[in-house]
């Protein structure tokens, strides 16, 4: 079943976005959210003044946090597998 994609506008760091997705507006909000408020936490704490910049340590922080889920999960996986 292919869901329809509706348009969504999401504010992230001062600048709107629209975004095309299939995904239930309410998580669409918080990941957004989710995102602007890394950005921001990261902007304070590295002093980074590029949004360039801030986007790319905050893909990188995301991108950390995916590879450790990824890690526990597969960890997890083979215990279960284990018994």
């Not at 890394?38 to 946090?65: G, I």
Request: glycine share 0%; proline share 1%; no cysteine.
């Amino acid at each position: 079943m292919v869901m329809d994609k509706t348009s969504i506008t999401v504010k992230i760091y001062n600048e709107d976005y629209t975004l095309r997705t299939s995904a239930p507006q309410a998580q669409a909000i918080a990941v957004a959210n989710s995102v602007d408020a890394r950005m921001r936490k990261l902007a304070e704490a590295k002093n980074v003044q590029s949004k360039e910049k801030l986007a790319v340590w905050t893909a990188l922080d995301l991108a950390a946090d995916l590879y450790e889920l990824q890690q526990r999960y597969d960890r997890l996986l083979a215990a279960v597998k284990e018994k």
